[in-house]
């Protein structure tokens, strides 16, 4: 018996950024000009892109990633993430120069600063975007991208998407302007309350505030906003009406990637068919899962974890 094309198309695609995580810990973050001793260091696969790929892939969903590395020595740290995680990695395209560089400070109480440093990012092209997305989309219903590939081509990512009937994710980070059309191409868009204080002009402190944004969002055309609230959950907002999903609480340790957990796990529950509510949840559950480690792609959880975790929740 041959799968229905509806069947097929249960891929997800991630169409972004990756890096060479370079992450310190320490009690405290310095102040300007001062330096001080730190805990630990870490050297691990990153990128809001090759996260979002590495969660999706964790989830269980069949993952592709578009992106650019270099052919530097972090070349194969890359690969070798993104391969470990069972992601598909043959439109990620190597070219001269270094790879993308994240410069990560975390303090004791897991807050986070971070710099990014595109380089082989900015040779993402739409030639590559164009291959890749023809290629898979017999396969593939979902698109996740994110704002840390050039600016130029977040309108051609999401509008490819579009003609290939994928529904189109955005993960608005780090938050930028984007023009009035690119809204009209995308299905979900999911910002922090940061984020979506940018973008919408409206400041998010509560449900009540991430409400008026995610309609906002809706009034540029955009399908559903799905607004986090770190510990006061997610607000889900659509023509039908606004949902609240509350939070998991743990104790965190590194909140590094806990969004890129969220994008992706919501990602694969989409394209296997749950509903924008219960991807939500499980999403919920991922990013819960994760600050609770140090690190960004080891911190990302595998599917068995996060429903356990929601188990063991459930019955308590």
């Known amino acids: 018996m041959t799968d229905s094309p509806a069947a097929a198309r249960t891929g ?13 810990f320490s009690q405290r973050l310095p102040a300007r000009g001062e330096t001080i001793l730190g805990d630990q260091f870490t050297l691990f696969l990153g990128g809001k892109g090759a996260n979002q790929a590495v969660a999706a892939g964790r ?9 650019c590395v270099g052919d530097d020595l972090f070349h194969d740290l890359i690969v070798d993430g993104l391969t470990s995680a069972g992601v598909d990695i043959t439109h990620l395209r190597t070219v001269p ?19 990014m440093v595109p380089l082989a990012n900015a040779h993402l ?42 529904t189109v994710i955005l993960d608005p980070a780090p938050a930028a302007p984007l023009p009035s059309e690119v809204w009209q191409t995308i299905d979900i868009v999911t910002p922090n309350e940061t984020e979506a204080s940018v973008l919408s002009g409206i400041t998010v402190t509560d449900a009540a505030s991430a409400e008026q944004a995610g309609r906002w969002f809706l009034e540029q055309g955009v399908a559903a906003a799905v607004i986090t609230l770190a510990e006061q959950g997610s607000c889900v907002v659509t023509a039908e009406g606004t949902e609240i999903i509350p939070p998991l609480r743990v104790e965190a340790v590194d909140t590094t990637a806990a969004g890129d957990a969220y994008a992706g796990y919501l990602g694969s529950a989409l394209a296997n068919g749950a509903s924008l509510g219960d991807a939500v949840r ?25 429903d356990a975790f929601r188990a063991s929740r459930a019955a308590v």
């Not at 704002?147 to 003609?163: D, F, K, N, Q, V």
């Open 12 to 24: 997800v695609v991630i169409v972004g950024s990756v890096t060479a995580d370079v992450t310190t």
């Open 282 to 306: 499980l999403a919920t559950a991922a990013g819960a899962l994760t600050v609770t480690k140090q690190g960004a792609s080891p911190s990302l959880p595998l599917r068995g974890d996060v």
């Open 59 to 67: 989830a269980g969903a069949r993952t592709s990633f578009v992106g």
């Open 125 to 166: 092209s739409t030639e590559q975007i164009d291959a890749a997305l023809a290629e898979l989309a017999p396969t593939t219903s979902v698109l996740l991208t994110q704002l840390e590939t050039p600016s130029a081509l977040t309108a051609h990512i999401t509008a490819r998407g579009r003609e290939h009937g994928m």
């Open 97 to 115: 120069g270094p790879t993308g560089i994240a410069h990560i400070r975390v303090d004791a109480s897991a807050q986070n600063d971070i710099v």
